[in-house]
Nanobody
Framework: QVQLAESGGGLVQAGGSLRLSCAASGSIARINAMGWYRQVSGKQRELVARISSGGITNYADSVKGRFTISRENAKNTVTLQMNSLKAEDTAVYYC???????????WGQGTQVTVSS
């Protein structure tokens, strides 16, 4: 089993910054991708950013140039640095770990990010 523990959400004014962190524990496959998704009530969960164990990243168009994802493989942690936040970034953010070889996805409990305009 894999457990994901998130931290770093909160309330910030538009234009401000927040950093989200996620630590994975348990039986973690060496080859995996870790990332962040977000969900607004009544809408589908969407990918924000993802990084593979090899360091390949991809971002949603809406956050490119503002958000940066990074990871430390030795610690099984992933961090999302969010700058120039906008009201439309308000959502519950979920940490995800994806194992390509099995197709299995693991999720954190979610952390609220609220950006006031």
């Amino acid at each position: 089993q894999v457990q994901l523990a998130e931290s770093g959400g909160g309330l910030v004014q538009a234009g401000g910054s927040l950093r989200l962190s996620c630590a994975a524990s348990g039986s973690i496959a060496r080859i995996n991708a870790m990332g962040w998704y977000r969900q607004v009530s009544g809408k589908q969960r969407e990918l924000v950013a993802r990084i593979s164990s090899g360091g390949i990243t991809n971002y949603a168009d809406s956050v490119k140039g503002r958000f940066t994802i990074s990871r430390e493989n030795a610690k099984n942690t992933v961090t999302l640095q969010m700058n120039s936040l906008k009201a439309e970034d308000t959502a519950v953010y979920y940490c995800n770990l994806h194992v390509p070889l099995t197709g299995r996805d693991y999720w954190g409990q979610g952390t609220q990010v609220t950006v006031s305009s």
